[in-house]
């Protein structure tokens, strides 16, 4: 496919697979947009991908900060290309250890919400530009892993959300792709994931 002069929003884009994603997408012409907590980290990232990169700091459990970020994205660039849903919390806790169980909200929030808070305003302008929705999912969507209970149930939940909006939005012009990625270094992801008492494990 031919990025150039595409738009492009990426969440979880300060760091890992968002980050990369943002530079190679770049790298390729076009016009990065990139959404996260961290404004230092954003900060950081724009200066990696130079050009017209857009930053927005938010969080994908906020409803209200989606829905400004894909505003923001089609008031600069005039249109919206590609949605990269990439932002993801995972856990590392044997269920019957679990303290917190606030720990189960906070990985819906993140992992299916935040899909759902972020595809919701994006779907007219994708649309009107033929688009595409790329939700970067898990194996774990598919088969169970020890230790990753709440993780699983949230990529499940963004399994079934995806394989309905196939069937809503046959027709439409919208592409939707679920990428099923493997361990992957780097990310932080197992720095960042939610331990019994539902904070972060750290390193």
């Given at each position: 496919?031919?990025?150039?002069?595409?738009?492009?929003?990426?969440?979880?884009?300060?760091?890992?697979?968002?980050?990369?994603?943002a530079?190679?997408?770049?790298?390729?012409?076009?016009?990065?947009?990139?959404?996260?907590?961290?404004?230092?980290?954003?900060?950081k990232?724009?200066?990696?991908?130079?050009?017209?990169?857009?930053?927005?700091?938010?969080?994908?459990?906020?409803?209200?900060?989606?829905?400004?970020?894909?505003?923001?994205?089609?008031?600069?660039?005039?249109?919206?290309?590609?949605?990269?849903?990439?932002?993801?919390?995972?856990?590392?806790?044997?269920?019957?250890?679990?303290?917190?169980?606030?720990?189960?909200?906070?990985?819906?929030?993140?992992?299916?919400?935040?899909?759902?808070?972020?595809?919701?305003?994006?779907?007219?302008?994708?649309?009107?530009?033929?688009?595409?929705v790329?939700?970067?999912?898990?194996?774990?969507?598919?088969?169970?892993?020890?230790?990753?209970?709440?993780?699983?149930?949230s990529?499940h939940?963004?399994?079934?959300?995806?394989?309905t909006?196939?069937?809503?939005?046959?027709?439409?012009?919208?592409?939707l792709?679920?990428?099923?990625?493997?361990?992957i270094?780097?990310?932080?992801?197992?720095k960042?994931?939610?331990?019994?008492?539902?904070?972060?494990?750290?390193?």
């Amino acid at each position: 496919m031919n990025f150039a002069g595409k738009s492009i929003a990426i969440t979880g884009a300060s760091s890992g697979l968002g980050l990369h994603l943002a530079r190679e997408f770049a790298a390729k012409g076009a016009h990065v947009a990139l959404m996260a907590r961290d404004r230092d980290r954003l900060d950081k990232a724009s200066a990696e991908c130079g050009g017209s990169t857009l930053i927005f700091p938010g969080d994908v459990t906020r409803p209200e900060d989606c829905k400004k970020f894909i505003g923001t994205v089609i008031d600069k660039f005039g249109s919206l290309d590609h949605l990269i849903a990439n932002a993801g919390q995972s856990m590392w806790a044997r269920f019957e250890d679990v303290e917190d169980l606030a720990l189960y909200r906070r990985l819906l929030e993140v992992n299916y919400l935040g899909v759902v808070y972020c595809v919701h305003p994006a779907l007219a302008e994708l649309k009107r530009s033929c688009g595409q929705v790329v939700v970067i999912s898990s194996i774990q969507a598919k088969v169970g892993v020890p230790f990753h209970s709440g993780y699983g149930a949230s990529k499940h939940a963004l399994e079934g959300f995806i394989d309905t909006l196939r069937y809503e939005l046959n027709g439409s012009g919208i592409n939707l792709l679920k990428v099923y990625p493997h361990w992957i270094r780097g990310t932080e992801l197992r720095k960042h994931a939610l331990g019994p008492d539902a904070n972060p494990i750290g390193d």
